[in-house]
């Protein structure tokens, strides 16, 4: 069962294989939804500052009455913030927030504050500080893992020539109709786990005739391709949604999609976001 595997970060700390992501779900809503996962079993919960949800987030987990050492938490700092006293304070904020005494993992929101996400400036020295800052919150045991989030190749040899912790995770959009190859392939062989949010492309996924028809081949839903179709790449899905049977569904992934159709799913062109396209991550392509 998928609830119950995990990879190994670089740093030796089990990361569940699969997690719950809260984008879009309010602060009033999300602890309920927390709470059914980790009861479903779920134990990785993916959260950020911007969702503006992390007290929701802290509430579901202790609602849930499951161990906090058994459940793995991720937030993201702000991507706006990019000086390491805007990082650090952020940190302690979000611990405050959701009122634990640790976070198991923090990231980096993006490389560019979201108003200009398709800007050229990559904000090197910002992104330099903000690392500084996880840095030192790993360092005191604040956090047990820290990571970035939309980093390209240029955005993370930015890190990687001047850390003295690499970065754990890179947390991107990959799914089927938007698959960013090498930029996956130049994280993973700097022993970098990428993580993959939107599995399931906004939901537009359920528009591709030949994904809806695979699907129909495993009989499974568009979803459950979408998330198992990540997992084969050695990637992290981070699912999103507040419908707990979806939330169960998600998890059912005990199918393996051979590898003629993997190929297919691989070539599938790249999809249209339409209204979805609005948001920096789905206006534009990771290199």
């Known amino acids: 069962m998928i609830l119950n595997e995990n990879y190994e970060l670089s740093n030796g700390v089990e990361i569940p294989k699969l997690g719950l992501g809260t984008w879009l779900i309010d602060n009033d809503d999300v602890a309920e939804s927390v709470e059914k996962a980790i009861k479903m079993g779920y134990r990785h919960i993916d959260t950020a500052q911007a969702y503006e949800n992390e007290s929701g987030v802290g509430a579901g987990i202790k609602a849930s009455g499951v161990e906090r050492e058994k459940i793995f938490v991720t937030t993201k700092i702000a991507a706006e913030l990019k000086t390491y006293e805007e990082a650090a304070a952020s940190i302690d904020k979000s611990l405050s927030d959701m009122g634990l005494d640790y976070i198991d993992m923090m990231i980096i929101h993006s490389p560019k504050p979201w108003t200009e996400f398709h800007n050229d400036d990559h904000y090197l020295e910002g992104n330099r500080e903000v690392w500084r800052a996880l840095e030192d919150a790993y360092n005191d045991g604040k956090l047990r893992a820290i990571g970035l989030s939309n980093f390209e190749k240029v955005d993370i040899e930015n890190i990687l020539e001047s850390c003295s912790v690499k970065p754990m995770v890179n947390q991107i959009l990959a799914h089927i109709g938007n698959t960013p190859a090498e930029l996956i392939k130049y994280t993973q062989n700097e022993g970098i786990l990428v993580e993959a949010y939107s599995p399931i492309g906004h939901g537009k996924l359920f528009n591709q005739d030949k994904v809806v028809e695979i699907a129909e081949k495993y009989d499974v839903s568009v979803p459950q391709l979408g998330i198992r179709y990540d997992l084969q790449l050695g990637l992290l899905?981070?699912?999103?949604?507040?419908?707990?049977?979806?939330?169960?569904?998600?998890?059912?992934?005990?199918?393996?999609?051979?590898?003629?159709?993997?190929?297919?799913?691989?070539?599938?062109?790249?999809?249209?976001y339409e209204d979805a396209s609005m948001f920096p991550v789905y206006g534009g392509e990771l290199n």
């Open 237 to 272: 899905p981070l699912p999103k949604s507040s419908n707990p049977d979806h939330i169960k569904s998600n998890a059912e992934l005990d199918f393996t999609i051979s590898d003629q159709d993997m190929e297919v799913l691989k070539s599938i062109e790249k999809i249209d």
